[in-house]
């Protein structure tokens, strides 16, 4: 785009977005940069811009440690005990389990005491442990293989 150009689109009384057309506002770009003021400012495209650039594209959602579902069906491929970060102190119990789209993460198993082990059947939700790091899954007590918590006597 020509100097005498750019200075005409940067006096029309439309405010160009930045996020509209990354290509006319280039950090350090000769002969000028844009203000402050006229980047903040966002208004609609004209009809013309929409015909030229197309439909605006948003960027897929982000997925969650589910992906997507609420809860997923599962195998345990293995039971094992994490340490929790600082400051607390105790040993959590959890399993590495096998979910039915293939993928293979780590589960928080709440309450006292499990009955799971190996190749046992267990459903799978979302809701992380706050002081496991990389723990984002919880096994759900009384579905499938793993039992409801026991009361206390």
Known sequence: MSCSGFLRLLASPLRWSINAFPHAFVPGRWPLTPSLGQLETRTMATLNQMHRKGKPKFPPPKLGPTFGNPQLKGVVLKTMIRKPKKPNSANRKCARVRLSNGKEVVCFIPGEGHNLQ???????EGGRTQDLPGVKLKIVRGKYDCAHVQKKK
């Open 118 to 124: 190996e190749h046992s059947i267990v459903l799978v």
